[in-house]
């Protein structure tokens, strides 16, 4: 009896303790389930948080000689005091720019190669593509122009690198970004106007020709050693040319052209107040005591301004290299094909009834 009777409050005691831990561990999982139930998932719970960070930081990918140049630099505290907001800033070549961007890791692409930009634009993934500066390229070399390119064309001046580079001339060789970045498109659409296929006929062609894989200033270093050529943009070439044996060779042609555009990165996962700081950025940009800022920018220090802003020179160029650069950016989605181009017929037509 007795025995039956100990049994039986073990068992019991068993019960009472199986039922608190499973009252307690249902009490524990509450909080966990009270989003829930006002309707919110317990994942999304940090999403605020999250969006009010981002708020205050703005990442922007962009290319190598807005960074070695250092005008992002000059510009970063005026917008950040503006806007209350840290600028993230990386700079890459800018294919590689743009493949950030495309990637999500980027909210403002920054960038100086037209053909990509509307590639980009088309693609629905940036909106609002403004022009803001422009400079020209230049083909740099050694004081005693050892190919004889001197008032050259562009194109006339790489056809005779190239011709001379494949013979071994003696001291001629070229060294190229090689990275897919402004620069390098610039390089090979001036290689497609002189009727050369880059890739068959100009890349891994012989010892001459060399890419560096490198950003801009890494790059003039490089022909600086070498006693090579190069083209560069003229804001980097100025930033640097104190420590470099290169001087400007070529500096008149329409294919030097070098127009700098920026635009707000989009996807559907962009939080909204992201894609409006990104519009900020934009407007900042064009806005007349900015374009006054980049007007002025390296006079002191180099003799002349490093960057013709939109506001003072538009340059003629291709269709659709020159962005728009005095409306406000004020999308925040991508505008549909279709109404685009009832917008596009409208201006045209516009535009036709007010020369008659």
Same mark, same amino acid.
């Given at each position: ?42 994942a ?11 708020q205050n ?25 503006q ?34 930009e ?20 230049v ?14 064309t ?6 005779? #690198?190239?011709?001379? @580079?494949?013979? +071994?001339?003696? !001291?001629?060789?070229f %060294? ?6 402004? /620069? ?14 880059y ?21 003039l ?22 420590d ?30 992201k894609?409006?700081?990104?519009n ?10 900015t374009?006054?800022? #980049?007007?002025?920018? @390296?006079?002191? +220090?180099?003799? !002349?301004?490093?960057? %013709?802003?939109?506001?003072v020179?538009?340059? /003629? ?39 008659k």
């Amino acid at each position: 009896m007795t025995k039956t009777v100990h049994v039986g409050i073990i068992t019991v005691m068993i019960a009472i303790l199986f039922v608190t831990a499973c009252f307690a561990g249902c009490t524990s999982q509450a909080p966990a389930t009270t989003p829930a139930a006002s309707g919110t998932p317990a994942a999304t719970a940090a999403t605020p948080v999250a969006t009010g960070s981002a708020q205050n930081t703005l990442l922007i990918a962009t290319t190598t000689s807005l960074y070695d140049t250092k005008l992002l630099d000059y510009l970063q505290p005026m917008f950040e005091k503006q806007y209350n907001v840290t600028l993230k800033i990386t700079s890459q070549g800018t294919g590689k720019a743009i493949e950030l961007a495309k990637n999500g890791d980027a909210d403002v692409l920054l960038v100086h190669s037209p053909s990509q930009e509307l590639a980009f634009m088309k693609s629905n993934n940036g909106i609002n593509r403004r022009s803001f500066a422009s400079n020209s390229f230049v083909i740099v070399g050694p004081a005693d122009d050892p190919a004889g390119i001197k008032g050259m064309t562009p194109e006339a001046a790489l056809t005779t #690198i190239y011709l001379k @580079g494949m013979n +071994k001339t003696a !001291k001629v060789a070229f %060294i190229s970004r090689g990275d897919n970045s402004g /620069t390098h498109s610039a390089e090979k659409a001036i290689w497609s106007n002189a009727k050369y296929n880059y890739t068959t006929q100009i890349q891994k062609s012989g010892d001459w020709y060399v890419e560096a894989g490198k950003g801009m200033g890494e790059t003039l270093q490089m022909a600086g050693e070498k006693g090579a050529y190069a083209l560069t943009d003229e804001g980097t070439y100025l930033a640097y040319k104190k420590d470099l044996n290169l001087v400007p060779i070529i500096s008149n042609g329409a294919s030097l052209l070098n127009i700098y555009s920026v635009m707000t990165v989009y996807n559907d996962k962009q939080p909204a107040d992201k894609i409006q700081m990104a519009n900020n950025f934009v407007n900042f940009l064009i806005a007349p005591d900015t374009q006054a800022a #980049i007007g002025s920018y @390296g006079v002191d +220090k180099y003799g !002349k301004a490093l960057f %013709i802003p939109m506001s003072v020179t538009v340059p /003629t160029a291709p269709a659709g290299y020159v962005g728009d650069h005095t409306t406000p950016a004020t999308a925040v989605a991508p505008v549909p094909a279709a109404t685009a181009t009832v917008a596009a017929t409208s201006a045209t037509t516009a535009a036709a009834a007010s020369t008659k």
